[in-house]
Each structure stands twice: as C-alpha cells, then as structure tokens.
C-alpha cells in the first residue's frame, strides 16, 4: 500500500509575520509579480511595498475578484510582461487560488499571504476556477504546494468576525470527510491514500475547533490575537489544509459546489456553504444523534448558519433544491467517496433534513 502525504513549502504564522515577506520573497527570485485585492491595495500596501522593495523589484497588478480562466489569462500576460520570477498572492481566498494558478503557468514558485482566515485555499496544491459571475467551474490540481504560506495575524484579526467564522465553517468538513475517506479507502487530493498524519492532522483539526472556537471569536470582536485566536488561525489554514488535501474530500465539498448553482447563496462565503454541506452530510452518512448534536451546537455556538435560510435560501423550492443536489452528484465528485449509494434523490433529502433541525432547534 502506497500513501501520499503533500506540504506547502514553508508556514510562517504570527503578529507582524508580514515584517519577513521580502526576506522570504528574495530567497525565490528577485523580481515578483504581486497580485493584491483591493482591500490590500488601500489598507497594506503602502505600508508594505517600501520593505518588500528594499529585497525585491515588484510589480502590482489588483485583483479582479473572480479565480477565473479570463482573470488568471490576464494576470499571466502581466507576469510575461514584467519578466516576474516569483508570484505573490496577498488577499483572500480567491485571490491567492488565483495567484497559485497564474505561478503554474507561468512556472514560477509562489508565496501566498491570507489577510483573512475564512478558508484552506493558502496551503493547497489547488486553485478553485469558477465563471466570471462566481458559479462553480472546475478544481485546478497544481503540481506544488505553495513555497511560502505567510500568515500575519496582526492583518488577520482585523478582519470582520464573520471571516474567521467561515474558516471554521470550512474547517468543520476536514475530519468528517477525511474520515469518510478513511473508511471508503478513497483518494485523497494525490489520487493516493492518505497517510496516518493525514488523518490525524484531520481529526486534531476537529478538536481545536471544538475546544477554542468559541473563544477565539471571542478575541476578534476584541482585536485581540490571543492564544485561542491563534490556534483557530491555524486550524483553519494549515491543518484545514493539510487534513482537506492529505486525507481526501467528500460530501459537504461536493454539496456545497452543489449549491453554487443557486444564484442566492453566491452572497454568502464558501465556509457558510461548506458549513450546510457539512450538515447534510451528518443526514447523508447517517451520523448518530449525538454526533449530530455536537456538530450543530458548535455551529449555533460560533454563529456557522445550520439553516438553508441562513444561506439566501430561505424560500427555496424543491425543483431548485433537487438542482443542487443533482449537481452535488456530477461525475467526478467527491460525494462518492462516501459509503453507499449516493443520489441526487439521498442528497435532496439530506438537505432537507439538516435544514429541518437547524429550524427545530431554533424553535421554528
């Protein structure tokens, strides 16, 4: 039996990490090609390019705010164009998929900077493509990890509570669907099997949301990086990561690229998508009651939505529902790495089901 097990090169987390960015930068080349979001572009940039540019020459392009095939086609022609030797993501989610792509095809390593922590995007070896209006379009499986992973929690604590929030929504798939791997002995993002470090990263991944989630939202509406504060930062990128990629994707993944179709939920993050997912999933696999419990109280507690209302969908109709679950179940999904016989008719009613509790339990 072969296992495979994939890293990022580097993880470099702490208060003002951001300080060692040009020392990291100019270890990979001497020219970067620095792709920003608009809100680094406004609140970090001015303050980092002077000692980013005291260790490398760099050229700024501003994120377009989809990872699509048009966006990353523009910002490769920019790099050929500046004759970049490394790239830069510095951003969200979307915008570091985005700069691992553009460093794929043009080559070049890439050092990825999270100014928020609402998904495991930073560590992957995968850019997640969608279509320039933000539907779902295909996974990019990349060759590497990034070389660097840079997290400065003095810019991440800044960031509204409800992105952290969604990390742990994000989070909260890694152990269920790892461990559904496990079982079903199926691939992990290799087209390999997990290793046991796989899997335990997975399940301590669980563990630390359980016991330092609530605390840890707790800090951010402070502004305050505390301990918890760090560890949830950590779970929700590196072991999110390294669980997600190393121990294998299934259900609340596919569900929730399911339910991209259903233009309501496109105003809400991906960890508040996969966090429903993750739900259906528990209704999918049929998890035990308490099982389910402990899922659902720790999503009411950290405020994870465990409604489909709470996603856009509050007056959805079943035609549209059963369109997101078919879609859930494409050819190729993850979704069958589940034990039994999955259907778009089990995954509707999965659906149904985890909207119903988290209504019962709200009291309507």
Same mark, same amino acid.
């Given at each position: 039996?072969?296992?495979?097990?994939?890293?990022?090169? +580097?993880?470099?987390q702490?208060?003002?990490?951001? @300080?060692?960015?040009? @020392?990291?930068?100019?270890?990979?080349?001497?020219?970067?090609?620095?792709?920003?979001?608009?809100?680094?572009?406004?609140?970090?940039?001015?303050?980092?390019?002077?000692? =980013?540019q005291?260790?490398?020459?760099?050229?700024?392009?501003?994120?377009?705010?989809?990872?699509?095939?048009?966006?990353?086609?523009?910002l490769?022609?920019?790099?050929?164009?500046?004759?970049?030797?490394?790239?830069?993501?510095?951003?969200?989610?979307k915008t570091?998929? !985005?700069?691992?792509?553009?460093?794929?095809? =043009?080559?070049?390593?890439?050092?990825?900077?999270?100014?928020?922590?609402?998904?495991?995007?930073?560590?992957?070896?995968?850019?997640?493509?969608?279509?320039? @209006?933000?539907?779902?379009?295909?996974?990019?499986?990349?060759?590497?990890?990034?070389?660097?992973? =840079?997290?400065?929690t +003095?810019?991440?604590v800044?960031?509204?509570?409800?992105?952290?929030?969604?990390?742990?929504?994000?989070?909260?798939?890694?152990?269920?669907?790892?461990?559904?791997?496990?079982?079903? +002995?199926?691939?992990?993002?290799?087209?390999?099997?997990?290793?046991?470090?796989?899997?335990?990263?997975?399940?301590?991944?669980? @563990? !630390?949301?359980?016991?330092?989630?609530?605390?840890?939202?707790?800090?951010?509406?402070?502004?305050?990086?505390?301990?918890?504060?760090?560890?949830?930062?950590?779970?929700?990128?590196?072991?999110?990561?390294?669980?997600?990629?190393?121990?294998?994707?299934?259900?609340?993944?596919?569900?929730?690229?399911?339910?991209?179709?259903?233009?309501?939920?496109?105003?809400?993050?991906?960890?508040?998508?996969?966090?429903?997912? !993750?739900?259906?999933?528990?209704?999918?696999?049929?998890?035990?009651?308490e099982?389910?419990?402990?899922?659902?109280?720790?999503?009411?507690?950290?405020?994870?939505?465990?409604?489909?209302?709470?996603?856009?969908?509050?007056?959805?109709?079943?035609?549209? =529902?059963? +369109?997101?679950?078919?879609?859930?179940?494409?050819?190729?999904?993850?979704?069958?790495?589940?034990?039994?016989?999955? !259907?778009?008719?089990?995954?509707?009613?999965?659906?149904?089901?985890?909207?119903?509790?988290?209504?019962?339990?709200?009291?309507?």
């Amino acid at each position: 039996m072969i296992t495979t097990t994939i890293f990022p090169g +580097r993880y470099v987390q702490g208060y003002n990490a951001l @300080e060692l960015l040009g @020392e990291e930068s100019a270890r990979l080349g001497s020219k970067a090609l620095v792709v920003a979001d608009p809100f680094v572009h406004e609140a970090i940039l001015p303050e980092l390019l002077p000692s =980013l540019q005291r260790h490398i020459d760099t050229q700024v392009e501003k994120f377009g705010g989809e990872c699509s095939d048009e966006e990353i086609d523009r910002l490769v022609t920019a790099g050929q164009t500046f004759e970049a030797q490394v790239v830069i993501g510095i951003g969200g989610g979307k915008t570091l998929d !985005t700069a691992k792509a553009v460093a794929y095809f =043009l080559h070049l390593p890439v050092i990825v900077v999270p100014t928020i922590a609402s998904t495991d995007a930073p560590c992957s070896a995968l850019s997640v493509i969608y279509t320039p @209006e933000g539907q779902f379009k295909r996974y990019l499986f990349l060759p590497n990890n990034p070389n660097v992973v =840079l997290v400065d929690t +003095r810019i991440i604590v800044k960031a509204p509570v409800r992105f952290l929030i969604s990390g742990m929504g994000d989070a909260l798939a890694t152990w269920f669907e790892a461990e559904s791997c496990q079982i079903k +002995r199926a691939p992990n993002m290799t087209g390999r099997l997990g290793s046991m470090t796989a899997y335990a990263l997975a399940r301590l991944c669980y @563990e !630390t949301l359980l016991t330092y989630g609530v605390q840890a939202v707790t800090a951010n509406r402070a502004g305050v990086v505390s301990p918890a504060f760090e560890k949830i930062v950590e779970a929700n990128t590196l072991l999110s990561g390294l669980g997600f990629e190393s121990g294998g994707l299934a259900a609340a993944h596919a569900i929730h690229n399911g339910l991209t179709v259903l233009e309501p939920t496109h105003h809400y993050f991906h960890g508040e998508k996969v966090a429903i997912g !993750t739900l259906a999933s528990l209704f999918l696999t049929g998890k035990t009651p308490e099982a389910i419990n402990e899922v659902y109280s720790f999503c009411e507690a950290v405020g994870l939505p465990t409604t489909l209302a709470e996603i856009g969908l509050k007056n959805i109709g079943d035609d549209d =529902l059963m +369109r997101a679950a078919e879609k859930a179940c494409a050819p190729g999904e993850t979704i069958f790495n589940e034990l039994g016989d999955i !259907t778009p008719q089990s995954v509707f009613m999965a659906l149904k089901a985890a909207d119903a509790e988290g209504r019962r339990r709200k009291g309507f």
